[in-house]
């Protein structure tokens, strides 16, 4: 799919008439995350995939700042902690830093 029109409601624009008959859709909206939001998601997940102390105290305010000015998507903000940590990880830190989120956004746009 491309990205351009996940989270969107466009993609029935390019529908035919038929199909869109057939699916029967009803479209829920999700407003975007903010970054409270944001910070509250990755805070749950810190305590789930990381070990204590494994993060910098930036880290999440800083992947949140990206989830809410990129797209206010919480699966990149997600896939930006989740890439941070294996950069990490592949280089024997024993914390993630902000350093490794800078890094891994740039990874990951790359990637997209």
């Keep these: 799919m491309d990205t351009s029109t996940r989270n969107t409601f ?3 624009e390019t529908l035919s008439p038929k199909v869109e008959s057939s699916l029967c859709e009803r479209s829920i909206h999700f407003p975007a995350y903010d970054a409270e ?15 204590d102390d494994a993060l910098d105290s930036g880290v999440i305010p800083l992947c949140a700042a990206f989830g ?3 797209s206010g998507d919480a699966r990149r903000a997600l896939d930006l902690l989740l890439q941070a940590g294996d950069l990490a990880h592949e280089e024997g830190a024993q914390t993630v830093t902000e350093n490794h ?5 740039k990874l990951l746009q790359l990637m997209r």
């Design 68 to 70: 809410t000015k990129d």
């Design 101 to 105: 989120v800078n890094r891994s956004k």
């Design 37 to 51: 939001e944001f910070r509250q998601v990755l805070q749950q997940r810190e305590t789930v995939a990381f070990q």
């Design 10 to 12: 466009r993609y029935q």
